[in-house]
């Protein structure tokens, strides 16, 4: 029994040691971001998404993502090559529902209830996965490096980050992973959305096929 406790002492040092690494300067810039993300009265953001493979462009995507609540709206245009797909998805309280269009028709799909919380946007608990970061205030925002990945055998190994230093929106954030690099930069954020904004309007796709879950 006295080995079992050691070890478990043991495991529960080194995480606390291990999470000691993050200053805590950037725990309280980070945890004033996630809380000005979710605000109360409801928040929009646009944001474009760059994906490249050393000095190949990927794919070039802009994304509106709004959130109230457990309510939320996404919608996305991405480009490759010579093709244009567009999504647009949400969660109105009630259904979940989901519009797809490939450049002939739209496909919509409903459900009840809610769908999975990682298609809601950026995910600021991402900087959970790492063991050190580095902080600096530079034109206005603080820039957050982090490194030295948790789990050695995780697919992302950096990730940055700019915060604004006025209001702590998120300005920007940086991925690597297997060699392919995310740049995602938001360009406008808005306050204050209605509960309408997160209906599906049916109006809008009289020839769409309606699939309900």
Known sequence: MKKIAFLIVA???SAISAWAQIPAEVTAVMDKCQAAMSNPAGLEYTMDM????GPVALTNSQLVIGSKGEKNRSSMTMKVLNMSVTFLS???????WEVRNYGES????ISKGRKDKDDEGIDLDMAKGFRKAK???KDGYYEIDY???VDKKSELKKLSMKVSAKNYYLREMRTSAKGAKVVMTITKVKIGLSD????LDMSKYP???VVRE
Do not use: C, H
């Open 207 to 209: 020839d769409a096929v």
């Open 11 to 13: 495991v529960m040092l």
């Open 147 to 149: 490194s030295d990945p």
């Open 50 to 53: 760059k994906v490249s493979m």
């Open 90 to 96: 949400g969660y109105d309280g009630n259904e979940s």
């Open 135 to 137: 902080m600096k205030l």
């Open 106 to 109: 739209d496909t919509i799909r």
């Open 196 to 199: 309408s904004y997160f209906k």
